[in-house]
């Protein structure tokens, strides 16, 4: 039995070995999941250091996401929040993840808020 069921939105940060790795996240609403990885559909967000943003993909994917790797920090996001709103914006010098209307997420230690 898994940690997540279909249906259920997830935001995954991948957390970077080095300085130069890229900066990515995912948001997805999981499709199939077994004990150990979730198959999940959704956008993909890359920070652009050019514009010192994330930008999201212009297209939905899938992405198989492993739950047991401790590079992957995953965050449960509210099933009615809509994945094609949501968005990365500066609020007090930090990247937060909003739907620009009741969500809004952290993505260090404190978590969530909504």
């Given at each position: 039995?898994?940690?997540?069921?279909?249906?259920?939105?997830?935001?995954?940060?991948?957390?970077?070995?080095?300085?130069v790795d890229i900066r990515l996240r995912f948001v997805g609403e999981?499709?199939?999941?077994?004990?150990?990885?979730?198959?999940?559909?959704?956008?993909?967000?890359?920070?652009?250091?050019?514009?010192?943003?994330?930008?999201?993909?212009?297209?939905?994917?899938?992405?198989?996401?492993?739950?047991?790797?401790?590079?992957?920090?995953?965050?449960?996001?509210?099933?009615?929040?809509?994945?094609?709103?949501?968005?990365?914006?500066?609020?007090?010098?930090?990247?937060?993840?909003?739907?620009?209307?009741?969500?809004?997420?952290?993505?260090?230690?404190?978590?969530?808020?909504?």
């Amino acid at each position: 039995m898994s940690i997540l069921s279909k249906g259920e939105k997830v935001h995954v940060l991948i957390r970077r070995e080095y300085e130069v790795d890229i900066r990515l996240r995912f948001v997805g609403e999981v499709v199939e999941t077994t004990d150990t990885v979730v198959r999940l559909r959704g956008y993909a967000f890359v920070f652009d250091g050019g514009i010192g943003k994330f930008v999201r993909s212009a297209e939905q994917m899938e992405r198989i996401v492993s739950l047991v790797d401790s590079g992957n920090i995953i965050h449960v996001i509210p099933r009615e929040v809509k994945l094609e709103e949501l968005q990365f914006v500066e609020e007090h010098d930090r990247n937060v993840l909003t739907d620009g209307k009741s969500f809004l997420m952290t993505t260090d230690a404190f978590g969530a808020r909504r």
